[in-house]
C-alpha cells in the first residue's frame, strides 16, 4: 500500500512538473472553479424559501405570531414594515392550521368574541356599551381591510346617548373612517359609496350625510350624488357633465397614444387633449309639405276634371219669366235678344297629392364645439434632434387634422377658415426627462443558473484540453520509450542481493515500527 501511495505521489510529482506555466495556472484556476460552483450549488440548493405566512398584520399580531415561532423553533423573516410575516415554504399550511387552533394572532382587540368570553352578571351598561360600540368597531375595520386595495383602516364611531324625553327626530350617530391604502391605489366613486353604505347599514341610526371618509394622506373621499338614484342636483349634472367630457377626451387621447406610439413607440409619445362640449338639448317638431317632383314644384295628380262648354248661333228673344229663382230680382226683366255669336268655356280641376312629414327631432347630449391636441414627440436619438425628420412631424400634423375636422360638430367647422384646424394642433419635438423606468419582474429561470452552467462547460473544456496535451506528452514519451527499447536490448533483472534484501526490511520496520527504526538509526550514528 505504501508502495502504491509513493508510486501515484512521484507520478503526480513528475507530471506537476512537466506542465508549462500556463498549464499549471489552468489547472489551479479549473480546480479552484470547480470548488467554487460545488460550493454555489450547494448553499442555493440549502437555501430555504420563504413566503407570506401573514399579511397585512399589526404590530402586535406580528410581534405574537414572532414569538410563537420562534418558541418553536420555526425560522421565520418579518418584512413590509413588520406587516407580513415570512415562512418555510414547506410548513405554511401546516403553521396556518396549527396558529388557528390556538387562536393565534390574538391581538387584543374588542370583538363580539369578548361577549362570549368576559359577560357575566356584574356588567353594567356602561361596560356592556363600551365592549359594544368597540366590537363595531373592530369588525367594520375587518370588514374594510377586505377591500381591495385597502391594507388596515381605523373606525370612529359616537354613539348617542339614550334620553328619557320623547323627540321628534331621533338622534343619529356619527362615524369617521381613516383608510390606508396601497400605494398607487385610489378608490373610484363606486367603491366609496359602497363603503358609505356599509358603515351607514351597520350602525343604527347612522345616516350617510354623517360618514366621514379619508385616506392616509388626509384626502376627503366624498360620496357625491348619482342620478340614477333618484337625486338630480346640480351637482350631479355638473359630475355627469364631466365624466362625459372625461370620456370624450380619454376617447381620442387614447386613439391618438395608440396610432402615433405605433409609428413612434410607446415611450416616444405624449398626448394631452382638451375639449369644450355644448351639453344644450333640443327637442322640436317639425310639419314639412314638399313637393313630389322638386324640379317643377309638381305633386302627384290624384284626381282631374275637365269641363268644356262652346255655342255658335243666334241670341235668343227677350222674356221670360223675371224674378222666379231664388235669387233673381223680382220684376228684372229677362234676357234680351242679341245678335249672332260664338261661346266657348273649357275648365279644368286637378287634385294634387303633395309630400306630408312629421318630425320629432331630440338633439345629441353633447356636442363637441372645440378641440385642442397637444402631441410631444421624443426623436429616436434623445441627444440629437435632428433623428426625427420634419417629415415626420409634417405626417403627424396631418393625422391630427383630419381627427379635428371628424371630431367637432360639422355647423362648426363649416364656419371656419383654412388655418383654424392648425390653430388647435401643437407638436413638439424635444427629448424626455421625467420618463419613469420600471424594473420588469425576473420570471423563468434565475441568471446565476446560467452563470453556473457556463463556468462548469468552461471548465470541463479546459479539462479536456489539459488531458489531451497529457495523452499528447505520454504518447511521445511512450513512442522514445519504445524506440530505446529497439536501440538497445533489454537486460535480464539480476537477482536480488543481500543488500537489497537488507533495504526492503529496513522500509518495511520503518512503516511497521517507526520507533525501532528511529532508534537503530541513532544507534548507527553513535557507532558511527
Known amino acids: 500500500m505504501n508502495e502504491k501511495f509513493i508510486h501515484y505521489k512521484d507520478k503526480t510529482i513528475e507530471f506537476w512538473r512537466s506542465r508549462t506555466t500556463n498549464q499549471k495556472g489552468l489547472l489551479v484556476g479549473s480546480i479552484i472553479i470547480v470548488l467554487l460552483l460545488f460550493l454555489s450549488l450547494v448553499w442555493f440548493g440549502a437555501r430555504t424559501n420563504h413566503v407570506p405566512l401573514y399579511t397585512n398584520l399589526t404590530p402586535q399580531e406580528t410581534g405574537e405570531i414572532k414569538g410563537t415561532l420562534d418558541n418553536r423553533g420555526i425560522s421565520s423573516e418579518i418584512t413590509n414594515d413588520g406587516t407580513t410575516i415570512l415562512v418555510p415554504e414547506t410548513m405554511v399550511d401546516e403553521l396556518k392550521v396549527d396558529l388557528a387552533a390556538e387562536g393565534i394572532p390574538q391581538s387584543g382587540r374588542i370583538d363580539y368574541g369578548t361577549f362570549r368570553d368576559n359577560m357575566g352578571f356584574g356588567t353594567t351598561d356602561n361596560e356592556f356599551s363600551l365592549l359594544e360600540r368597540a366590537a363595531i368597531q373592530t369588525t367594520l375595520e375587518d370588514l374594510i381591510r377586505n377591500v381591495d386595495g385597502v391594507q388596515s383602516s381605523q373606525v370612529m364611531i359616537t354613539l348617542p346617548e339614550e334620553s328619557i324625553w320623547l323627540s321628534d327626530e331621533p338622534d343619529q350617530a356619527t362615524a369617521s373612517v381613516v ?61 355627469q357633465h364631466r365624466k362625459i367630457q372625461r370620456d370624450v377626451e380619454r376617447d ?32 322640436r317638431q317639425e310639419q314639412l309639405i314638399t313637393a313630389v317632383d322638386e324640379d317643377n314644384m309638381e305633386g302627384i295628380a290624384v284626381s282631374v276634371e275637365r269641363i268644356t262648354e262652346t255655342f255658335t248661333g243666334e241670341g235668343a228673344q227677350e222674356g221670360g219669366v223675371p224674378g222666379t229663382g231664388e235669387t233673381d230680382v223680382p220684376g228684372y226683366p229677362g234676357l234680351a235678344g242679341g245678335g249672332a255669336g260664338d261661346y ?17 327631432i331630440v338633439e345629441s347630449p353633447y356636442k363637441i364645439r372645440d378641440i385642442g391636441i397637444q402631441v410631444m414627440v421624443e426623436p429616436p436619438d434623445p441627444e440629437d434632434p435632428a433623428s426625427l425628420p420634419p417629415d415626420r412631424l409634417d405626417d403627424i400634423q396631418q393625422i391630427l387634422g383630419q381627427i379635428v375636422r371628424t371630431s367637432i360638430d360639422g355647423d362648426v367647422t363649416a364656419q371656419w377658415g383654412p388655418n383654424d384646424v392648425e390653430d388647435r394642433i401643437y407638436v413638439s419635438s424635444q427629448p424626455f426627462y421625467g420618463k419613469v423606468e420600471f424594473e420588469e419582474p425576473e420570471t423563468g429561470t434565475p441568471w446565476w443558473y446560467f452563470a453556473l452552467g457556463a463556468l462548469t462547460l468552461l471548465v470541463i473544456i479546459l479539462l479536456i484540453l489539459l488531458l489531451k496535451g497529457r495523452s499528447k506528452s505520454e504518447e511521445g514519451s511512450v513512442t522514445h520509450d519504445q524506440a530505446a527499447t529497439v536501440d538497445v536490448p533489454d537486460l535480464e533483472d539480476e537477482a536480488d542481493t543481500e ?30
Open 179 to 239: 383608510l390606508n391604502l396601497q400605494p398607487g391605489i385610489s378608490l373610484d366613486q363606486s367603491q366609496v359609496r359602497a363603503l358609505h353604505h356599509l358603515v351607514s347599514k351597520s350602525v343604527p341610526n347612522l345616516p350617510v350625510e354623517n360618514i366621514v371618509i379619508m385616506d392616509q394622506m388626509f384626502n376627503y373621499l366624498e360620496l357625491h350624488d348619482d342620478p340614477s338614484m333618484g337625486g338630480d342636483t346640480t351637482l350631479s349634472l355638473y359630475e
Open 252 to 283: 381620442i387621447q387614447r386613439q391618438i397614444q395608440q396610432m402615433l406610439g405605433t409609428m413612434m413607440g410607446p415611450d416616444k409619445v405624449l398626448v394631452a387633449v382638451t375639449t369644450d362640449l355644448d351639453f344644450t338639448q333640443e327637442n
Open 344 to 360: 266657348e268655356l273649357i275648365e279644368e280641376r286637378i287634385n294634387n297629392e303633395v309630400n306630408r312629414i312629421h318630425r320629432d
Open 499 to 528: 543488500e537489497k534484501a537488507r533495504r526492503r526490511q529496513l522500509e518495511k520496520l520503518a512503516i511497521d515500527k517507526p520507533e525501532e527504526f528511529s532508534k537503530l538509526i541513532r544507534t548507527w550514528l553513535s557507532e558511527d
